[in-house]
């Protein structure tokens, strides 16, 4: 019988995406590994290749539809011997509409004629079992399975390929689910957090003035919602110092000539990173993220580094930094930043990491205090090295280069002094950075 081809999820936090262009057509036979189509998430463009082999034998949703729910139908193949009179009826998967309750219930009609309280509500991201492969579940199951606290890894899928539908789950016996309470339990502080006057109130506000209006895509949107969470949830407290970096700046210019015959030029950022990355191993406690109802202690280096892109912003992830060389750090980070600028990087190259930099000195910024990246425990914001007035080690004032940083930290994770500690750290390894190097 003809196979759907579902709307894949190409990360851990996907639960919809763009479906920006089709790389086959209708009539086309396509071998497993074959790229089918270009789907864009909240991140990246990412390339979707067939599992199966046969002939495309219908395409339900048009490239450049937005919203496309994880798991929807996106196209029928066909198998040897079968035509397109066998797909029978095939709905298209719905497009995001302009309304959010328009876009809620579109995949709800596509499953069920009758409309329930389940259907209406966003389904879940699509699951995935102990062995880390995707369960292929309907969007109407995954909504039902999480309003039963049903684990779908223990449900048998009755449908074509083994797919979970509606009737698996409702006849499955459900289990308890302690998460389900503790979000129950923390819906109505959610609720009261103000969300800012409606759409509707800022247009009248401005009726009358010219504007332009823009649209949100999948990125601006995650960064909102992620910092707007970000700020509301997250303890902040800030810690700052100044450091001096003529030293820095001095070793850096000899390093940069020696270099220069291999095409490597080092940056006042790479420096940032490996001291960063150090001082973690030195302050290992500090090491740590935040998981809802506990602490976890990394043990490598991974720090994530706030890239500039049209648009947003990413957060690519140089792993093991510690270990790296500064000329090997600064090639992996010139890679990632052009790659994020292309919205090229693969999930695992922007997700995870304990702390992460922020670097606004090349604009001229002095200081600034930036918003943590959930879950990482604390974030450092760098400002630009200028001329200050300061008491040498003779108590003699005299001009030193000086770049002020303030470091955000989750105080969840990370108390104050624990932070001061992270933060020394930093700060002697970039006002001694020939001892990075041992």
Do not use: C
Not at 331 to 354: I, V
Not at 370 to 388: D, E, Q, R, S, T
């Amino acid at each position: 019988m003809p196979t759907e081809i579902l709307m894949p999820a190409l990360s851990p936090t996907m639960e919809e995406g763009t479906l920006a262009k089709w790389l086959v057509k209708e009539g086309d036979a396509v071998s497993s590994g074959d790229l089918l189509a270009e789907i864009e998430t909240d991140k990246a463009t990412m390339e979707f290749e067939a599992v199966d082999e046969g002939i495309v034998g219908k395409i339900l949703v048009a490239e450049g539809t937005e919203g496309v729910l994880v798991n929807t139908p996106i196209a029928v193949l066909l198998e040897d011997g079968e035509s397109a009179d066998d797909i029978g009826e095939a709905s298209a998967a719905p497009a995001a509409a302009p309304a959010a309750s328009e876009k809620e219930e579109a995949p709800a009609k596509a499953e069920a004629p009758a409309e329930t309280e389940e259907a209406a509500a966003p389904a879940p991201a699509a699951p995935a079992a102990a062995d880390g492969s995707r369960i292929f579940a309907s969007p109407l199951a995954r909504r039902i399975a999480k309003n039963k606290g049903l684990d779908l890894t223990g449900v048998k899928g009755s449908g074509p390929k083994g797919r979970i539908v509606k009737a698996d789950v409702e006849n499955a016996q459900s289990a308890p689910a302690p998460a389900a309470a503790a979000s129950k339990a923390a819906a109505p502080a959610a609720a009261a957090a103000s969300t800012g006057p409606s759409t509707e109130q800022v247009l009248k506000m401005y009726q009358g003035r010219e504007f332009e209006e823009v649209k949100l895509d999948g990125m601006r949107k995650t960064i909102a919602a992620r910092l707007t969470e970000a700020k509301q949830t997250i303890p902040h407290f800030y810690l700052r110092r100044d450091i001096k970096l003529d030293a820095l700046l001095k070793f850096r210019s000899q390093l940069n000539k020696q270099l220069e015959s291999r095409g490597v030029k080092l940056s006042v950022n790479d420096f940032i990173i490996k001291a960063s990355a150090i001082a973690l191993q030195q302050v290992p406690d500090a090491n740590a993220v935040w998981a809802g109802d506990r602490v976890l202690k990394l043990k490598p280096s991974d720090v994530a580094v706030a890239v500039a892109i049209e648009g947003g912003l990413f957060t690519p992830v140089l792993k093991d930094a510690d270990m790296k060389s500064l000329s090997a750090l600064s090639a992996e980070m010139k890679d990632l930043a052009a790659r994020a600028r292309d919205r090229k990087l693969a999930p695992d190259e922007y997700m995870g990491g304990s702390f992460a930099i922020s670097n606004l000195g090349m604009f001229g910024i002095d200081n600034f205090d930036a918003v943590i990246n959930p879950p990482h425990g604390g974030i450092l914001a760098v400002g630009a090295g200028v001329p200050k007035p300061v008491v040498g080690d003779d108590g003699e004032l005299t001009v030193a280069t000086v770049m002020s940083v303030t470091l955000s930290v989750d105080h969840r994770v990370i108390d104050g002094a624990l932070g001061a500690l992270l933060l020394n750290a930093i700060k002697e390894n970039l006002e001694n950075p020939v001892a990075m190097l041992a």
